[in-house]
């Protein structure tokens, strides 16, 4: 079963998907685990035209991880979903799960792109007899990773935040996974907010409005590739983007006490 897809810069496919607990097989050479052996998720890394895979990565069967949404990013794969069961273990990553009562969890997954290694498993926990899952997922413009899903009853944030469904087993839930600790807002927050892209859309130079310090800059595709790098300052806050292609692009600045800020920017 084919859950999710996306692919990267090269078109090469990425897939996620859930092997059958019942029917032995394979696919593009991979065995599957078997008869009898769990419902293993699955990520693939293949070739641009799905005749062939680089890497595959799964998980031990003997917990149960369903609805495998999967996002590329050129340093992480993420991967979402639910779980049961008393633990999984994926490579060298284990978590313990919400038991062998059939609640499930919602679980986040991320691998190495590279390698399709594990590096991190991060279950959200909730009250057991209560099913709890990710159903989809995206990037904001700071990295940060929006989750969305359904909840049963409570879940618990890294915070140890309780927070309870006022629908009767029905209702849905948003959630970030921050790239770094939220911090209070301070007077630099706001300064950084104040800046301004002009033109924007703009067509061969950009010019960054009400900058009062240098910052080194990246300029990011909308599919996360790093395609410009720069400094700009009071002095010199123009970036010239003639070389670029149309469409969306993410203006990430780093001033002097490493707080990154983040713009989007149209090339016409």
Do not use: H
């Not at 996002?71 to 284990?94: D, E, H, M, R």
């Amino acid at each position: 079963n084919i859950t999710s897809i996306d692919f990267d810069s090269q078109n090469n496919v990425y897939l996620s998907g859930l092997t059958n607990n019942y029917i032995s097989g394979s696919f593009l050479g991979w065995t599957l685990p078997g008869t009898n052996t769990g419902s293993a998720a699955f990520v693939m890394k293949c070739n641009p035209d799905v005749s062939s895979f680089n890497w595959l990565s799964y998980y031990d069967p003997s917990g149960n991880f369903l609805d495998g949404n999967l996002l590329y990013t050129p340093t992480k794969i993420y991967v979402s979903g639910s779980f049961n069961g008393a633990s999984v273990t994926w490579g060298t990553q284990s978590v313990t799960g919400p038991g062998s009562n059939n609640a499930r969890d919602p679980l986040l997954v991320t691998l190495d792109p590279t390698t399709g290694t594990c590096t991190s498993l991060n279950r959200l926990v909730g009250n057991n007899g209560f099913d709890d899952g990710f159903t989809k997922m995206t990037l904001d413009n700071n990295g940060d990773l929006l989750l969305g899903g359904y909840m049963g009853y409570q879940l618990t944030d890294s915070n140890n935040v309780n927070y309870y469904s006022n629908g009767g087993n029905s209702d849905f839930f948003i959630t970030k996974f921050a790239t770094q600790a939220c911090t209070p807002l301070a007077n630099e927050t706001f300064q950084s907010q104040n800046i301004n892209l002009y033109p924007n859309p703009a067509n061969n130079v950009v010019e960054l409005q009400n900058i009062n310090q240098e910052y080194n800059y990246d300029l990011y595709s909308i599919t996360g590739v790093c395609v410009q790098k720069g400094t700009v300052s009071l002095e010199n806050n123009r970036i010239t983007i003639d070389n670029l292609s149309t469409g969306i692009y993410i203006l990430q600045l780093n001033d002097k006490n490493g707080k990154l800020s983040s713009y989007k920017l149209i090339k016409d």
